[in-house]
């Protein structure tokens, strides 16, 4: 059975940065995008990126645009979310998400079917 792994969660300053990486193992997992979500405390999960294979197409929440970035290592189906000028706003669980059904909006929690288990990011004041 396929899962997603992600990994690079920890403590950061307001204004620093981390970095996520989310990849795949078991058997080969055939997705057509991976997608980056969060969920805070209290809070309902919601989006924060995603990227299409195909044509390496990103999509961002605008609370993240132009701080986060992400990215893919082809070779590897690898997936790396690359978060700079952090906010304790961006406190959170952050989950990697795959579609492997081709879904036309990445940016709902419904267009993908494989998780990864989480990984604390939390910013401090």
């Known amino acids: 059975q396929a899962q997603l792994l992600e990994s690079g969660g920890g403590l950061a300053q307001t204004g620093g940065s981390l970095r996520l990486s989310c990849e795949a193992s078991?058997?080969?997992?055939?997705?057509?995008?991976m997608g980056w979500f969060r969920q805070a405390p209290g809070k309902e999960r919601e989006f924060v990126a995603a990227l299409r294979w195909s044509d390496s197409t990103t999509y961002y929440s605008p609370s993240v645009k132009g701080r986060f970035t992400i990215s893919r290592e082809n070779a590897k189906k690898v997936v790396r979310l690359q978060m700079n000028n952090l906010e304790p706003e961006d406190t959170a669980v952050y989950y990697c998400a795959a579609d492997t059904y081709k879904h036309e909006i990445l940016e709902v929690d419904t267009a993908y079917d494989y998780w990864g288990q989480g990984t604390q990011v939390t910013v401090s004041s």
């Open positions: 078991g058997y080969t997992l055939i997705s057509y995008a």
